[in-house]
């Protein structure tokens, strides 16, 4: 089994910048995938970010691409997401999830391990 955990939410203006946490615990070497998504009030959850591990690559969504930037620190058994050029469409809960089978990137519904969200609104 896997825990997330998200930290680094918070306000920011317009055109600011901030770094997003996700720390994993558990069986943290099992993790093929890493996604984060989030979820402005109202609305769906949409994904913003994948990194599959397995494959060594690193995808964006394209209202992101651009400003957003996903790493991993492995000896830290961190994720990372930086959000740059924030905008008001930026504003949601943003979760990190986790899947150790397959890589699922932006399908929600197929991720084994999910954080409790962290919140970011930019005004």
């Known amino acids: 089994h896997v825990q997330l955990v998200e930290s680094g939410g918070g306000s920011v203006e317009v055109g600011g910048s901030l770094r997003l946490s996700c720390v994993a615990s558990?069986?943290?070497?099992?993790?093929?995938?890493m996604t984060w998504f989030r979820q402005a009030p109202g609305k769906g959850r949409e994904g913003v970010a994948t990194?599959?591990?397995?494959?060594?690559?690193?995808y964006l969504n394209d209202p992101v691409k651009g400003r957003f930037a996903f790493s991993h620190d492995s000896a830290k058994n961190t994720w990372y997401l930086d959000l740059n050029s924030t905008k008001p469409e930026d504003t949601g809960l943003y979760y990190c999830?986790?899947?150790?089978?397959?890589?699922?990137?932006?399908?929600?519904?197929?991720?084994?391990?999910w954080g409790q969200g962290t919140q970011v609104t930019v005004s």
């Open positions: 999830a986790g899947n150790t089978v397959y890589c699922p990137f932006f399908r929600a519904g197929e991720y084994a391990y």
């Open positions: 990194i599959d591990v397995r494959h060594d690559g690193t």
């Open positions: 558990g069986d943290t070497s099992d993790i093929v995938c």
